[in-house]
Nanobody
Framework: QVQVAESGGGLVQAGGSLRLSCTVS????????MAWFRQAPGKEREDVSC????????YYAASVQGRFTISRDNEKNTLELHMNSLVPEDTAMYYC?????????????????????RGQGTQVTVSS
């Protein structure tokens, strides 16, 4: 059974940095797109960033462009999100997702619900 586990969330002051990690275990075959989504209290889940299996395609939401960096290790089936210059508006539950098809393009990503494997999330709280 494939499992997705996020880690690295926490409380940080505005202007600070965090690194989120995600591991996909259970011998997933043919992982292609991987992505980060987030959901703030009272708001809908939104996409943050995604990356193609060969790393040639990355996408960032406008709100995080230039501050966040996504990366992946295909041998370890891991995904990371380096978050810099955090602001209180980045406060949310962050979710990792993986797909066995090309769900990530330079213009965006398929919705969270269309990813094959999804995690339980890790909380990021940015204080002002």
């Amino acid at each position: 059974q494939v499992q997705v586990a996020e880690s690295g969330g926490g409380l940080v002051q505005a202007g600070g940095s965090l690194r989120l990690s995600c591991t996909v275990s259970g011998s997933p075959n043919g992982l292609r797109a991987m992505a980060w989504f987030r959901q703030a209290p009272g708001k809908e889940r939104e996409d943050v960033s995604c990356i193609s299996w060969n790393r040639r395609i990355t996408y960032y939401a406008a709100s995080v462009q230039g501050r966040f960096t996504i990366s992946r290790d295909n041998e370890k089936n891991t995904l990371e999100l380096h978050m810099n210059s955090l602001v209180p508006e980045d406060t949310a539950m962050y979710y990792c997702a993986a797909a066995v098809y090309g769900a990530c393009t330079k213009d965006g990503t398929k919705p969270y619900g269309q990813y094959n494997f999804r995690g339980q999330g890790t909380q990021v709280t940015v204080s002002s």
